[in-house]
């Protein structure tokens, strides 16, 4: 009694426990939580599919997932619901940049990502903010508006790895080994090769909290059950998706509040 807790934002510690011990395919389906994040795309509680695949790499994920969307569209066919056609639009980070903003955001600084787009795109940023916060509003704004048909985005810059792998590609660039399906302008799944270095991780825990520090929030405890295990987890790409958001868009439906 008396220790602070939290609701799971994402099953995602707890099914790389399981993973690295039994070594097996697994998935969940379960609700997940992230208070502040609500709005015509977000609620603080929502359905979350995850699932892993051992000894896959994130193009098969990518396969497997466009195989599940066939599959669901299907079933979802005797509802006259519109399923999700195939996704045959698959780009780098770096190709979005490149077709909407004409630059590589890779090598890009703060100002120079600032500089992309209107000043008030990006006013609510301030000294506190990472290269990633900045990365993050230039793509929500100038980019993913554009990916109306079923898109997956890959190669995701280094800062914004999260628990995924990084590498670097054959033109220089550091990347983060993940993926992202964007349906409808709106993100619906997030795939990573999962990270299994535990001092990295560890590396990793430490930057955010820093950053957490700085922008005045609570200290997140390192989960310490994950950080056991984690140099045992085996090679495998994982995903997660947003079964409310993956509803809205065989529905057509522009609010989630209508799921």
Same mark, same amino acid.
């Given at each position: 009694?008396?220790? *602070?807790?939290?609701?799971?934002?994402?099953?995602e510690?707890a099914?790389k426990?399981l993973l690295? =011990?039994? /070594?097996?395919?697994i998935?969940?389906?379960c609700?997940?939580? /992230?208070g502040g994040e609500?709005?015509? /795309?977000h609620?603080v509680?929502?359905?979350?599919?995850?699932?892993?695949r051992?000894?896959h790499?994130l193009?098969?994920?990518?396969d497997?997932?466009?195989?599940m969307?066939?599959?669901?569209?299907k079933q979802?066919g005797?509802?006259?619901i519109?399923?999700?056609?195939q996704?045959?639009?698959?780009y780098s980070y770096?190709?979005l940049?490149?077709k909407?903003?004409?630059?590589?955001?890779?090598?890009l600084?703060v100002?120079g990502?600032?500089?992309l787009?209107?000043p008030?795109?990006?006013a609510?940023?301030? =000294?506190?903010?990472t290269?990633g #916060?900045y990365l993050?509003?230039?793509?929500?704004y100038?980019? =993913?508006?554009?990916?109306l048909?079923p +898109?997956?985005?890959? #190669?995701f810059?280094?800062c914004?790895?999260?628990?995924a792998? +990084?590498?670097?590609?054959?033109?220089?660039?550091?990347?983060?080994?993940?993926?992202?399906?964007?349906v $409808?302008g709106? =993100?619906?799944?997030?795939a990573?090769?999962?990270?299994? #270095? !535990? *001092?990295?991780l560890?590396?990793?825990?430490? !930057?955010?909290?820093k950053q957490?520090?700085? +922008? $005045?929030?609570?200290?997140?405890e390192?989960?310490?059950?994950?950080?056991a295990?984690?140099?045992d987890l085996?090679?495998?790409?994982?995903?997660a998706?947003?079964i409310?958001?993956l509803?809205m868009?065989?529905r $057509?439906?522009?609010d989630?509040?209508g799921?």
């Open positions: 009694m008396g220790r *602070q807790g939290y609701l799971q934002t994402s099953p510690y099914m426990c690295a =011990e039994h /070594r097996l395919n998935f969940q389906i609700p997940a939580y /992230r609500i709005g015509r /795309r609620r509680e929502f359905q979350m599919l995850e699932w892993y051992c000894d790499s193009a098969e994920l990518m497997d997932l466009q195989a969307l066939k599959y669901v569209g979802m005797k509802y006259s519109q399923p999700i056609s996704i045959n639009d698959r770096r190709e940049f490149e909407h903003l004409k630059v590589n955001p890779h090598p600084g100002e990502l600032a500089g787009v209107a008030g795109i990006t609510h940023l301030d =000294e506190r903010s290269l #916060d993050d509003a230039v793509f929500s100038a980019i =993913e508006p554009q990916l048909a +898109t997956i985005v890959y #190669d810059p280094a914004q790895a999260a628990l792998e +990084t590498k670097q590609l054959s033109t220089g660039d550091l990347v983060s080994d993940r993926f992202e399906l964007y $409808g709106v =993100e619906i799944a997030n990573y090769q999962e990270l299994c #270095d !535990g *001092q990295e560890t590396r990793r825990f430490a !930057g955010n909290n957490r520090q700085l +922008t $005045g929030k609570p200290i997140i390192d989960d310490m059950e994950l950080l295990v984690i140099d085996p090679r495998c790409a994982g995903v998706l947003g409310d958001r509803t868009a065989l $057509g439906l522009e989630i509040a799921v």
